[in-house]
């Protein structure tokens, strides 16, 4: 993704993340796996930028949380599976 997305725009946030996850291969997603990959997020996001984008998750009908799972790159996050 070229452009940097604004977490505090909630519509242009779940627009892009709903995009980038019905490419996205995977089966289980975190908060920060969808700011550095989805979202071409440079540094670690802030907190507020993390609420933004879990309360977009949370928001989607076909993703469930399910928890801290614990990544390589990322270490233990609040994480979500798809929901088939």
């Known amino acids: 993704m070229g452009s940097k997305v604004s977490t505090?725009?909630?519509?242009?946030?779940?627009?892009?993340?709903t995009k980038w996850l019905k490419e996205f291969p995977g089966e289980l997603i975190c908060a920060r796996q969808i700011w550095y990959e989805g979202l071409g997020g440079c540094g670690v996001p802030n907190p507020t930028d993390v609420e933004a984008m879990e309360a977009v998750l949370n928001g989607l009908g076909d993703w469930k949380n399910v928890g801290t799972q614990r990544y390589e790159k990322f270490g233990g996050q609040n994480s979500w599976k798809r929901v088939q």
């Open 8 to 17: 505090g725009n909630t519509q242009e946030l779940k627009s892009a993340m």
